[in-house]
């Protein structure tokens, strides 16, 4: 992965353990909510992952691309691949059980992903240092030991929930986390 000093984690940050009431592993992670463009069921264009953590620790998802994911004819937009590294890490993030929003995503493009295709994604943390966590994720062709597509780095940055009273709709948020009281 080519990446930047701004997503690699500083020395000594270390992946903390999952915390008490995280994921066991094996668990299936369902949707954060219903209309999230990454895993939401009740958008009609979005991505769909679907995901689960064989370890508590990372995450592994797969996506199938579809027709309203293309760029170039019968290609997947970058941008929709790029969403799908966001998303995943996003799930890998929020095994902390803390509030974190991506604050920076860098993505290299190694093949082309063909319409119809399902990519198998997996996410995990490098590290956390303060509010900053260091995440990285993969996507394979085919299946999981299939070559890479698309891999990415991210920082993320924990915030409050005010983070997401004060520009979002914490309501909505509420409504979706009544038993689980984590990361929107
Ligand atoms: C299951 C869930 C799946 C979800 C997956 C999808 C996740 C998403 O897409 S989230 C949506 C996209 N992201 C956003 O909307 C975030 C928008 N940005 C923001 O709200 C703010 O810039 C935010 C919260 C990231 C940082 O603001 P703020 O809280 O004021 O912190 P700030 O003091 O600026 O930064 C904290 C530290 O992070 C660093 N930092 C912040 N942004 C960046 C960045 N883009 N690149 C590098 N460093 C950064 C700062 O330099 C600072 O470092 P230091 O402490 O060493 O000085």
């Known amino acids: 992965m080519t990446r930047s000093s701004l997503t690699t984690p500083p020395p000594g940050a270390a992946a903390p353990a999952p915390p008490p009431g995280a994921p066991l592993p094996g668990a299936a992670l369902g ?99 303060g509010r900053k966590a260091y995440l990285e994720a993969e996507g394979r062709i085919g299946a999981p030991d299939g070559p890479v597509a698309v891999r990415a780095a991210a920082l993320f940055i924990e915030v409050s929930m005010e983070h997401f009273a004060e520009h979002g709709d914490l309501a909505a948020i509420a409504a979706e986390h009544q038993d689980f009281e984590v990361n929107p």
Not at 34 to 41: P, V
Not at 82 to 94: C, L, P, R, T, W
Request: hydrophobic residues 35%; charged residues 15%; glycine residues 14%.
């Open 31 to 129: 949707s954060h909510y219903g209309h999230c463009f990454g895993c939401g069921t009740e958008h009609p264009t979005g991505l769909h992952l679907t995901a689960r953590t064989p370890d508590g620790a990372t995450v592994e998802a797969e996506f199938t691309v579809g027709e309203a994911h293309q760029g170039a004819p019968k290609l997947a937009h970058g941008g929709v691949l790029a969403a799908a590294m966001d998303e995943v890490i996003g799930m890998s993030v929020y095994l902390f059980h803390k509030p974190y929003v991506t604050g920076r995503l860098e993505t290299d493009y190694l093949l082309p992903v063909p319409v119809g295709t399902t990519l198998h994604l997996r996410a995990w943390c490098n590290g956390i240092s």
